[in-house]
């Protein structure tokens, strides 16, 4: 159901002077571009950008870290951008340019324009009118023919998954990559940057069927969605409000600690939980979600299904997991604070509790016996009173 691999949103603060000198040079690449206070500020959108230059050791590639914010949007959004150089500057040089080829025309140029799709989705009962853009297609290698790269081949092939995957948020965005070296191939697409197995796998489907085996090329897009203000439900489900809620179910767990393989009680953790939420749904969510998730980083053999039923007050409803605004959030903030604000107890806690946990263990041993049955569909039994956002 998830994964992760990316520095999180409360990162470091832009002090280094390397840092300084990258945000600059990129201000300095966009017509109109400001620094203030340490982040570009892109002159269309009223985006601010924090950029940080990476070390990953390697001679001639050079890594920069992006966090991107703006006051009307409920997450971050956070990008990774790399490439060689004969020399480090190059390097430096070069990324730059990928980065502002690719997200910065995209959500300072182009969101700020005529957009190329117009929707609307239904979650929880209510509609919910979006605006949706195609970045450019970069491509790495050699260009090939047979591979299109104009206009939107990954959005035609994606386009009913991600419209599944919108709930309430206020903006969303998918990335894909998508590459070929002979046999190899790589598939990958993330909605707000968490990794989406099935929209992945239709993504490969579709490169070992319409892509020659010589192709040595790789494709990245990123896709930019923003919702309607008069059909957005305000919710307090931003980062920093997930996080806090977060250590506080850790803290409760850790209070009503019990030895490894007894069962606790649920129904007093969730009361306990509630009594220090300032968000009941959100307590309820993360309640549920959270063993899950730090199950699956152990088990990561099981693929839970994107679609998941949510159990409350009696009723049951289907929904795919990416709709809950919280989803993305908690996923960054267990990494974050994994074995850090949360303790290994506590995630231990977590994991005996699951229902992933109790899945994994009941397979055969033989994996040849357990091929076929590692996809398990999930129920979350969030609690009576639930809201869904």
């Given at each position: 159901?998830?994964?992760?691999?990316?520095?999180?949103?409360?990162?470091?603060?832009?002090?280094?002077?390397?840092?300084?000198?990258?945000?600059?040079?990129?201000?300095?690449?966009?017509?109109?571009?400001?620094?203030?206070?340490?982040?570009?500020?892109?002159?269309?959108?009223?985006?601010?950008?924090?950029?940080?230059?990476?070390?990953?050791?390697?001679?001639?590639?050079?890594?920069?870290?992006?966090?991107?914010?703006?006051?009307?949007?409920?997450?971050?959004?956070?990008?990774?951008?790399?490439?060689?150089?004969?020399?480090?500057?190059?390097?430096?040089?070069?990324?730059?340019?990928?980065?502002?080829?690719?997200?910065?025309?995209?959500?300072?140029?182009?969101?700020?324009?005529?957009?190329?799709?117009?929707?609307?989705?239904?979650?929880?009962?209510?509609?919910?009118?979006?605006?949706?853009?195609?970045?450019?297609?970069?491509?790495?290698?050699?260009?090939?023919?047979?591979?299109?790269?104009?206009?939107?081949?990954?959005?035609?092939?994606?386009?009913?998954?991600?419209?599944?995957?919108?709930?309430?948020?206020?903006?969303?965005?998918?990335?894909?990559?998508?590459?070929?070296?002979g046999n190899q191939i790589v598939a990958e697409v993330r909605m707000n940057n968490i990794i989406s197995p099935?929209?992945?796998?239709?993504?490969?489907?579709?490169?070992?069927?319409?892509?020659?085996?010589?192709?040595?090329?790789?494709?990245?897009?990123?896709?930019?969605?923003?919702?309607?203000?008069?059909?957005?439900?305000?919710?307090?489900?931003?980062?920093?409000?997930?996080?806090?809620?977060?250590?506080?179910?850790?803290?409760?767990?850790?209070?009503?600690?019990?030895?490894?393989?007894?069962?606790?009680?649920?129904?007093?953790?969730?009361?306990?939980?509630?009594?220090?939420?300032?968000?009941?749904?959100l307590g309820l969510e993360l309640v549920s979600l959270l063993p899950?998730?730090?199950?699956?980083?152990?088990?990561?053999?099981?693929?839970?299904?994107?679609?998941?039923?949510?159990?409350?007050?009696?009723?049951?409803?289907?929904?795919?997991?990416?709709?809950?605004?919280?989803?993305?959030?908690?996923?960054?903030?267990?990494?974050?604070?994994?074995?850090?604000?949360?303790?290994?107890?506590?995630?231990?806690?977590?994991?005996?509790?699951?229902?992933?946990?109790?899945?994994?263990?009941?397979?055969?041993?033989?994996?040849?016996?357990?091929?076929?049955?590692?996809?398990?569909?999930?129920?979350?039994?969030?609690?009576?009173?639930?809201?869904?956002?």
């Amino acid at each position: 159901m998830t994964s992760w691999d990316q520095v999180p949103t409360d990162g470091p603060t832009v002090t280094d002077a390397s840092h300084i000198e990258i945000n600059q040079r990129i201000a300095d690449m966009i017509s109109d571009g400001q620094l203030v206070d340490g982040r570009v500020i892109l002159p269309n959108s009223g985006v601010s950008v924090r950029a940080v230059l990476g070390d990953d050791g390697s001679y001639g590639r050079a890594t920069i870290y992006l966090w991107l914010d703006h006051p009307d949007w409920d997450r971050t959004f956070f990008e990774t951008a790399s490439a060689y150089g004969f020399t480090e500057e190059e390097a430096i040089s070069q990324t730059i340019l990928n980065t502002y080829l690719r997200v910065f025309q995209l959500i300072d140029h182009l969101g700020t324009s005529t957009p190329d799709e117009r929707v609307a989705t239904t979650f929880a009962g209510n509609r919910h009118a979006w605006s949706l853009w195609c970045g450019y297609i970069t491509t790495s290698g050699e260009s090939v023919p047979d591979i299109p790269s104009d206009g939107a081949p990954y959005y035609t092939l994606l386009r009913p998954e991600i419209l599944a995957r919108l709930g309430n948020q206020k903006v969303a965005h998918v990335k894909i990559t998508a590459g070929r070296q002979g046999n190899q191939i790589v598939a990958e697409v993330r909605m707000n940057n968490i990794i989406s197995p099935e929209m992945s796998d239709l993504l490969s489907a579709h490169i070992a069927a319409t892509w020659p085996d010589y192709a040595e090329v790789i494709h990245k897009q990123l896709i930019w969605i923003k919702q309607d203000e008069d059909t957005y439900l305000p919710t307090d489900r931003r980062y920093s409000d997930v996080k806090k809620q977060l250590i506080v179910c850790a803290k409760v767990f850790q209070d009503m600690w019990i030895s490894p393989g007894d069962k606790y009680d649920k129904a007093e953790y969730e009361r306990l939980v509630i009594e220090r939420s300032h968000d009941r749904s959100l307590g309820l969510e993360l309640v549920s979600l959270l063993p899950e998730i730090a199950a699956q980083q152990l088990y990561p053999h099981i693929r839970v299904s994107e679609n998941v039923v949510l159990h409350c007050d009696g009723v049951d409803v289907a929904i795919n997991i990416h709709q809950l605004s919280s989803y993305a959030h908690v996923c960054e903030a267990l990494d974050s604070t994994w074995c850090e604000e949360v303790n290994e107890e506590v995630v231990c806690g977590w994991v005996e509790s699951s229902a992933v946990k109790d899945f994994a263990t009941s397979l055969p041993s033989n994996p040849e016996q357990a091929a076929g049955q590692l996809v398990m569909k999930l129920t979350l039994n969030v609690g009576p009173g639930h809201q869904l956002s």
